[in-house]
């Protein structure tokens, strides 16, 4: 399809090429972006930017993707299965990573995609060791945005999460002034991305380009976040004001990260330094709970004298490979052992998923 919209075959994985073709012959943008070596760039966001000028694009991106699947992960997995135990073997790292979180490697199975629908199909090929057991997801709900209300004590925040009310529609009825009922999946959808963006420090201009919306509406999005959580505004200049001060920020559990270029000369630098700051403790504190959760449950399994076993771990979720006659008194200890990690005013909600392969518990 790619090679029919060009009128001519070329090497679809050659950014010099594929520039050519998109801008020089099928002229889909006056002005391309170039690359600081002076070519065209053909990068994701770029391309995603442009998806809506021609099927082109959208063909480009699903051609990646399913490259990237086949390259790294059905060409390399089977590789990676252990000739002694038949199974994959992945490497974990407790200090490869300034978020605290651990790292997966050789091969990395943090990556495993769960996304789009043709990357889901590899879930599926990580099963339990026989038909006697199940995998079980046990998965942190929106932990990073729990954390977030939790070290900020915004009380609108602590409000929705302690109700048991969707944070999303919440956030959402209060950027766009409507009451929760009126709150479309649109709506709700903008809001979700303003959530977890607000984490990252995200500026108007990084809103306006993720939404696709005009500049002065993703400020004003981001204007009345504030407003209406302003416990989270202050959390924000306390926490960078610290760094400034000090040279580091903690996680609730007193491990610092040191922001190097905090007091930089360079707005650019501070800039990154300040996102850094602010996000650090939230994530780092997430981070944190999962390593803590799993040194409990796998107490709390051994305690017990459960044969099932914790098997993997991606980012806020562990991996168990459950025994089906454990499942009804297991189930209940992994979620309390997970829940009850560090103390909060937030409540934690642990989501468990079963199934006879990994995408089916996810």
Do not use: C
Not at 13 to 18: A, G
Not at 84 to 107: E, F, K, L, M
Not at 194 to 212: E, M, P
Request: cysteine-free.
């Amino acid at each position: 399809k790619i090679f029919e919209a060009a009128g001519h075959e070329f090497n679809i994985d050659s950014p010099k090429q594929l520039g050519v073709v998109l801008y020089d012959e099928m002229e889909l943008e006056k002005n391309p972006k170039k690359t600081a070596t002076g070519q065209y760039s053909t990068r994701e966001a770029e391309l995603e930017r442009l998806s809506h000028k021609h099927q082109v694009i959208a063909d480009v991106l699903d051609y990646r993707n399913a490259r990237k699947l086949k390259s790294v992960y059905v060409d390399q997995l089977p590789l990676a299965v252990n000739s002694n135990t038949g199974r994959v073997h992945t490497h974990y790292s407790q200090v490869w990573t300034a978020t605290g979180r651990i790292q997966s490697n050789d091969p990395n199975l943090q990556t495993i995609p769960v996304r789009k629908e043709r990357g889901k199909d590899i879930r599926a090929a990580f099963v339990p060791r026989d038909e006697q057991h199940l995998i079980l997801s046990a998965d942190y709900s929106q932990i990073e945005l729990r954390v977030m209300a939790e070290l900020s004590g915004d009380e609108s925040m602590l409000d929705a999460f302690q109700s048991g009310e969707d944070i999303h529609s919440v956030t959402a009825s209060k950027v766009y002034k409507v009451g929760v009922d009126e709150v479309t999946r649109e709506m709700r959808d903008k809001a979700k991305t303003v959530n977890f963006g607000i984490i990252y420090g995200i500026s108007a201009f990084g809103l306006q380009q993720r939404l696709n919306i005009p500049r002065h509406e993703a400020s004003e999005l981001i204007e009345n976040y504030f407003e209406k959580y302003p416990g989270v505004q202050s959390y924000i200049d306390e926490t960078i004001a610290f760094a400034k001060a000090n040279g580091f920020v903690e996680t609730s559990t007193g491990r610092r990260r040191y922001i190097r270029d905090i007091n930089s000369k360079s707005r650019n630098v501070v800039n990154a330094a300040e996102r850094l700051a602010m996000n650090s403790p939230i994530q780092g504190t997430a981070a944190d709970m999962l390593k803590i959760a799993m040194i409990r449950t796998h107490k709390a399994l051994v305690d017990g004298g459960f044969s099932t076993k914790m098997v993997l771990t991606v980012h806020d979720e562990i991996v168990f490979d459950m025994a089906i006659s454990e499942q009804e008194q297991v189930m209940p200890v992994i979620e309390s052992s997970m829940k009850s990690t560090l103390p909060m005013r937030v409540p934690i909600e642990v989501e468990l998923g079963v199934g006879r392969n990994w995408l089916e518990a996810h």
